[in-house]
């Protein structure tokens, strides 16, 4: 629930996880944070610790002293899994950081000096400021409150975060501010609009030399005895055991995969696994109580999560989660049906108790689809295939639920560009949704819905002019839009983030159609090279980024298409294109990501990719075999079984596999069923400098067709 780290500014794009590298002073330290988003959002209860005068806010870059701001540098800056340390310049202070799963704990080591402060600013948010607030201060170690804000992607509502904050030594003096009016001795203030902002709360404390002063905040979005309950995870004031307790707690998922190559592949790999396992966020208290879409409190028997960037996450994060979390991933889907029963819909981008605006298509299909194909247990299966054939088959009047234009895509086989925005990206995700209904309609023995949802699933053939060789809009009476067609503009409204490039691929539920519908294999294969060949710039939104050609890295749309060689019997290629954006797009630096890391997606197709094997179409139960980059890599399953991977002669240059062994038999197929890994076993490659041009080239031995 608490992501406690450092904000250096709150507008801007770069800001939008509150910190940015370029940055040489600091604002305080918030509870919530979203990891690499695109949008902005949370930074709720920002505490900083100060010396001399009291200042109330936070003040421009330019000039920190202005307000309570402070420089400091990297050099006195350290990070690891659970525990944060900055030494603040101005004010001469150390400060540290640690959590639980429900509290944030802050360790300040002061000066000497009659004027130490801590301040609780509850107005500076991240993105956008709050609208209503409240605190109150509680005898002399202890401070509650509640603030209001966050409207994500055009989120309708805001949602409301509570906190109780207790402190380790008894106030000297206190008060609370509002505008900028100064209270001294006030314990209680509010913000009933932004239109009478800046509030927050100070205590002050007269301090030794290096005396360590304490606060352990808990939160909690149901209220404030959920958040004074919460702070039961951490009973007494033992910060160098809860840090421990921390890192004791990451080394344990960390640990789940184990590799064995080049040590700066290896910083890379561990931030990749780090950052997988930050979102979705644990939304229940300590008593599982947490607040529904209704703003009712309901009381799960599990972990009750949020923060479901699905549009991005289905594609990597969530397969991960299936081999190494599978328990946090049933909790996940769990919590998909709490919100399904709660708002009548699925989820779509979730953020807190709020469903946003953000994103199309319905990818809690996918995951759903994912965790029955390769047999997770622990939700209702029939519910959730109830919660996602609504998806399919209902037009929601909300503008933020379902799949928008379903009534016309159910009418057309496609959604119509002059009637919905985004249209081509629209139809080609709802053709690969249901693909997902289809998948799980199979499972549960509903022939005709499977009927139904198998010939849905090939809809995008409908947007394919092939006098231009793309996907493209068509208008309601079915003709093409658009005449100045440009497949690199990225900047028409028809697109989600891309162009018609990168979105014409979008077929992982048929690659084999695809193949045919673009001419057969060696037209699509020239289709492709062309693709990562075309050097003409981008046009469009700055998170396009990451290019081999037209292919962008950087945003989601692109992270299936180098595995389509494999389907067009040219498999080396793919082994070529994975292990270029391997190398040139991760790096141990600051800018280590050359796009949005979106909630762990970015990181998840690093940890698949680098270890030979990934997640080509969610929704089916096989993974596709790329090019490896560690010699041993051993994936601890949740059964206790081991799943090793070795590679055998692998280097920078050694990029091609010649032969492939699984259990020790020769495998001549550059894929793997889920139960050949869950089940245990090693798979071995033999690497070299040149490709096998036979290996994975038979039509025996190409992936299934789970069209036909």
Avoid at 336 to 351: N, T
Wanted: charge should be negative.
């Amino acid at each position: 629930m608490v992501q406690l780290s450092p904000d250096t500014g709150v507008e801007g794009w770069d800001w939008c996880s509150g910190y940015h590298y370029s940055d040489n002073s600091i604002m305080g330290f918030s509870h919530t944070h979203l990891s690499g988003t695109g949008a902005a959002d949370y930074g709720e209860v920002r505490i900083m610790p100060i010396v001399g005068d009291l200042k109330i806010i936070p003040g421009p870059k330019e000039n920190p002293a202005i307000g309570y701001r402070s420089r400091f540098s990297h050099s006195k800056e350290f990070a690891q899994p659970g525990y944060y340390s900055v030494f603040l310049e101005d004010y001469n202070i150390l400060a540290e950081l640690t959590t639980s799963y429900r509290v944030g704990f802050h360790r300040y080591t002061f000066p000497r000096t009659d004027n130490a402060y801590i301040i609780i600013d509850l107005f500076t948010r991240i993105g956008d400021m709050a609208e209503k607030a409240w605190v109150k201060i509680i005898g002399n170690d202890e401070i509650v409150g509640s603030i209001t804000g966050g409207h994500f992607c055009g989120a309708r509502d805001p949602q409301t975060i509570y906190f109780s904050a207790k402190f380790s030594k008894p106030f000297d003096e206190f008060g609370t501010w509002k505008v900028f009016r100064i209270d001294k001795g006030n314990r209680e203030e509010r913000m009933l609009s932004r239109s009478d902002p800046f509030i927050g709360a100070f205590v002050r404390y007269s301090t030794k030399e290096k005396e360590k002063i304490m606060v352990k905040v808990g939160i909690s979005f149901t209220g404030i005895e959920g958040a004074r309950k919460n702070l039961q995870e951490i009973p007494d004031w033992n910060f160098e055991r809860v840090k421990e307790e921390a890192k004791k707690i990451w080394d344990q998922e960390l640990i789940k995969i184990e590799i064995e190559g080049e040590e700066k592949d290896k910083v890379k790999f561990y931030t990749a696994l780090y950052h997988s396992f930050i979102h979705p966020s644990l939304f229940s208290d300590i008593d599982n109580k947490y607040i529904g879409v209704d703003d009712k409190v309901y009381t799960s028997g599990y972990k009750h999560y949020t923060v479901f960037s699905l549009w991005d996450t289905f594609r990597s994060l969530h397969p991960l989660f299936i081999l190494i979390q599978p328990e946090r991933n049933v909790d996940i889907i769990r919590s998909f049906l709490d919100i399904y029963m709660q708002s009548g819909w699925l989820p779509r981008w979730h953020k807190g108790n709020r469903e946003t605006n953000c994103m199309i298509g319905t990818h809690s299909d996918s995951v759903i689809a994912d965790a029955v194909v390769k047999g997770l247990k622990g939700f209702d299966w029939d519910k959730a295939y109830d919660a996602m054939y609504k998806n399919a088959m209902i037009e929601s009047r909300d503008f933020n639920q379902g799949r928008k234009g379903i009534t016309d895509y159910k009418d057309l086989d496609y959604v119509p560009g002059d009637r919905f925005n985004q249209s081509v990206s629209r139809t080609l995700e709802y053709a690969y949704n249901d693909f997902c209904l289809a998948q799980v309609a199979k499972i549960l023995g509903k022939e005709s819905d499977y009927k139904i949802f198998i010939k849905r699933s090939q809809n995008y053939r409908n947007l394919y002019d092939s006098k231009v060789g793309f996907m493209r809009a068509k208008d309601i009476k079915g003709n093409w839009m658009d005449k100045s067609f440009d497949p690199t503009d990225a900047t028409s409204t028809h697109y989600t983030e891309g162009n018609a490039w990168q979105w014409t691929f979008f077929v992982p539920q048929d690659p084999y159609g695809l193949v045919r519908l673009l001419g057969g294999e060696e037209a699509f294969v020239k289709k492709l090279h062309e693709f990562f060949n075309t050097e003409v710039p981008i046009k469009g939104p700055p998170d396009i980024t990451g290019l081999i050609g037209q292919y962008a890295h950087g945003n989601e749309p692109s992270h299936h298409i180098a595995y389509l060689y494999i389907y067009a019997r040219m498999p080396w290629k793919t082994q070529e294109v994975v292990r270029k954006i391997l190398d040139s797009f991760y790096g141990i630096e600051p800018d280590g990501l050359c796009g949005n890391e979106d909630c762990g997606q970015m990181s998840a197709w690093y940890i698949f990719s680098s270890l030979g094997i990934y997640p080509f179409c969610p929704g089916t139960p096989i993974y596709l075999i790329g090019s490896p980059i560690w010699k041993r890599a051993v994936i601890h399953l949740p059964s206790g079984k081991d799943f090793i991977i070795e590679a055998e002669n692998v280097s920078k240059e050694n990029i091609y596999v010649q032969e492939l062994y699984l259990n020790g038999k020769p495998l001549n197929r550059l894929w793997l069923w889920h139960d050949e890994i869950v089940n245990g076993g090693t798979l071995i490659f033999k690497m070299g400098n040149k490709p096998n041009l036979e290996l994975g080239n038979k039509k025996e031995s190409l992936p299934p067709d789970f069209i036909k």
